[in-house]
């Protein structure tokens, strides 16, 4: 039986040493330079794990309303817990290079699971899409290379236990971010076959949690700004409180 709670301790990492200054930054893309400000005040710890609650809905051939916590360590893993419609509750990991999901109903009956190579990889992606939760992790000195973009863009390289992945962060007028994109493994489908499909969403609120700016509010799923957009959305969220561990 997973050990959830263990789990959560062994992703509960203390901040590195020092605090965010802009110098931090100073050499990095023009997008990278107008984002990371944006989202980290000055004086800031440098946070490597994060804990959240959030409430929205999730469509699971329909949408359906869920309340769920999370322990977020960009790099390391997650652990989130969720309750969906009040009878479904289980949850997701990805820690070690291993992903798991175990859903069940009342507690008794199995709904959904997974794991393997397949759902492993698709955790490590998911895991780079919710690095904009702790934007610290996206520091250079935390592992994250920042590419060359327009001012309107910051594209970050972010190392998983799988491959680097490659974000593009779209910025509004005061560098916070609006959406984001980038190629992620799954099976959006359920044919059976895993391939590298584009994975992304857009924000609609932000909100500061100690020191860190972040997206609060916003929808994601497969196929953003392509054609299938519309039956690959399946994740809406709101981010009702965010501590970062340290």
């Given at each position: 039986?997973?050990?959830?709670?263990?789990i959560?301790?062994r992703?509960?990492?203390?901040?590195?040493?020092?605090?965010?200054?802009?110098?931090?930054?100073?050499?990095?893309?023009?997008g990278?330079?107008?984002m990371?400000?944006?989202?980290?005040?000055?004086?800031?710890?440098?946070?490597?794990s994060?804990?959240?609650?959030m409430?929205?809905?999730?469509?699971l051939?329909?949408?359906?309303p869920f309340?769920?916590t999370?322990?977020?360590?960009?790099g390391?893993?997650?652990?989130?817990?969720?309750?969906?419609?009040g009878?479904?509750?289980?949850y997701?990991?990805?820690?070690?290079?291993?992903?798991e999901?175990?859903?069940?109903?009342?507690g008794?009956?199995?709904?959904?699971q997974?794991?393997?190579?397949?759902?492993s990889?698709?955790?490590?992606g998911?895991?780079?899409?919710?690095?904009?939760?702790?934007?610290?992790?996206?520091l250079?000195?935390?592992g994250t290379?920042w590419?060359?973009a327009d001012?309107?863009?910051?594209?970050?390289?972010?190392r998983t236990?799988?491959?680097?992945?490659?974000v593009?962060?779209?910025l509004?007028?005061s560098?916070r971010?609006?959406?984001l994109?980038?190629?992620?493994?799954?099976?959006?489908?359920?044919?059976?076959?895993f391939?590298?499909?584009t994975?992304?969403?857009?924000?609609?609120?932000?909100?500061?949690?100690?020191?860190?700016?972040?997206?609060?509010k916003?929808?994601?799923g497969?196929?953003?700004?392509?054609?299938?957009w519309?039956?690959?959305?399946?994740?809406?969220?709101?981010?009702t409180?965010?501590?970062?561990?340290?």
């Amino acid at each position: 039986m997973v050990d959830l709670v263990l789990i959560e301790q062994r992703l509960t990492l203390p901040a590195h040493d020092g605090h965010f200054a802009e110098a931090d930054v100073r050499d990095l893309p023009d997008g990278a330079r107008r984002m990371l400000p944006a989202a980290i005040a000055p004086g800031t710890r440098l946070a490597a794990s994060l804990r959240l609650r959030m409430r929205g809905s999730i469509k699971l051939n329909r949408w359906l309303p869920f309340r769920a916590t999370e322990v977020i360590a960009p790099g390391v893993g997650f652990v989130w817990r969720a309750r969906v419609a009040g009878i479904v509750a289980g949850y997701d990991r990805y820690i070690d290079g291993q992903g798991e999901m175990q859903w069940k109903l009342a507690g008794l009956v199995t709904v959904a699971q997974g794991s393997g190579a397949d759902v492993s990889r698709s955790a490590a992606g998911r895991e780079v899409g919710e690095t904009f939760w702790l934007p610290t992790a996206l520091l250079p000195q935390f592992g994250t290379e920042w590419l060359p973009a327009d001012d309107d863009h910051a594209i970050a390289r972010i190392r998983t236990a799988a491959e680097p992945i490659d974000v593009t962060y779209t910025l509004d007028a005061s560098g916070r971010v609006r959406s984001l994109t980038f190629q992620r493994w799954g099976d959006p489908d359920d044919r059976g076959e895993f391939a590298f499909h584009t994975f992304g969403g857009t924000t609609t609120e932000h909100r500061t949690f100690g020191g860190l700016t972040i997206p609060s509010k916003g929808t994601v799923g497969w196929s953003f700004g392509e054609e299938g957009w519309e039956t690959g959305e399946f994740f809406r969220f709101q981010i009702t409180d965010a501590h970062p561990v340290g």
